[in-house]
């Protein structure tokens, strides 16, 4: 698989990652621990070397998997986690709210060194921006940490631009990780120009917008009732049937292109910036394959210009995450 360079950084990965939350949260019940070691191997084998994760996935089973599916290929891969959130670093109990104090971070740090069983932390994300420690004090834990060779590359997820810059002055920003598809298109007004400027990559979870890109989701689809798309607006069964305008043309570029819905969906981000690295997750084998082929997938410049000016005309309905979310977001 064709690799890339996140930013003016040196961390090079392959141009699709592995999302790797779904595994064990977030969209139902975990899925089997060791059919998941099998399929994260598996991606390895068929070229993806850029593996996420974070600590408040479980809290910290995530990581484990991670740490125990890769032990083997170590050092051909490079493994992000993210801190952040106020989880008790002894029984992993979820608190409310956030937590980037320097201390915390710096237990986390050490935490998530032992569960992903690694000297180092490739890339190290603020999961979410913590209005109550000033973003110049997370930078330099971080960066205590790079200088102890305890962390290799410092992350931000969905920051504001205010934040990046003022981050960035302390301790340069390798990635920001924030969700981004056709389904989203938020960061291209102020994130993506910024990054531009700065030499920082740009990683997009939710490329595959939470699974509605694929075309498998209707109006009529069940989701288990802890899956956590129940209590998004844009997962409404009123706005899945508004919203399908999205992926019917998706569709029709996807059979000029003989390929499906959510290959053109991966492939048109790829083709936005060479800095942008897309992780779609997934717990099924021929959904990696399907994934990992859109990197083969040539969007032109008339494909492009067609794809984006359509999807611009269609006012999706609902907002990609409940308020209580959102709120933390772009801070």
């Not at 989701?223 to 992926?247: G, H, I, S």
Request: charged share 25%; net charge neutral.
């Amino acid at each position: 698989m064709e690799k890339r360079k996140l930013g003016n950084s040196n961390l090079v990965v392959s141009a699709l990652g592995l999302g790797c939350m779904g595994m064990t949260s977030g969209y139902g019940p975990a899925a089997d621990k060791q059919e998941m070691i099998s399929l994260i191997r598996a991606a390895h084998e068929r070229g993806i070397t850029f593996f996420d994760t974070a600590e408040a996935y479980g809290p910290f089973v995530n990581e484990e998997l991670v740490g125990e599916a890769l032990a083997p290929v170590r050092n051909d891969v490079v493994i992000a986690t993210k801190f952040g959130f106020d989880i008790d670093l002894v029984t992993g109990e979820r608190r409310s709210g956030l937590n980037s104090r320097p201390e915390h971070i710096k237990a986390v740090a050490e935490r998530s060194l032992r569960h992903l069983r690694v000297e180092a932390i490739d890339l190290f994300y603020q999961h979410r921006v913590d209005p109550a420690v000033p973003i110049e004090d997370v930078a330099g834990a971080v960066k205590e940490l790079i200088k102890a060779g305890k962390v290799k590359h410092f992350g931000l997820s969905e920051p504001g631009v205010a934040t990046i810059r003022r981050a960035h002055v302390v301790q340069p920003v390798t990635a920001v990780q924030s969700e981004y598809s056709l389904f989203y298109r938020g960061p291209e007004a102020e994130v993506l120009p910024a990054l531009e400027e700065l030499g920082i990559g740009f990683v997009c979870f939710s490329p595959l917008g939470a699974g509605f890109l694929t075309g498998k989701i209707t109006e009529n689809t069940q989701f288990d009732k802890t899956d956590f798309r129940n209590v998004v607006p844009r997962f409404t069964p009123e706005a899945r049937k508004e919203n399908q305008l999205l992926v019917d043309l998706l569709r029709k570029v996807a059979a000029r292109k003989r390929a499906t819905p959510a290959q053109v969906a991966l492939a048109w981000l790829l083709a936005q910036m060479p800095w942008i690295v897309p992780i779609p997750g997934t717990t099924k084998l021929h959904r990696l394959e399907e994934n990992i082929g859109a990197a083969a997938v040539e969007l032109n410049a008339e494909d492009l210009a067609e794809i984006g000016d359509a999807a611009s005309r269609i006012p999706l309905q609902g907002d990609r995450l409940p308020a209580s979310a959102l709120a933390m977001t772009g801070r």
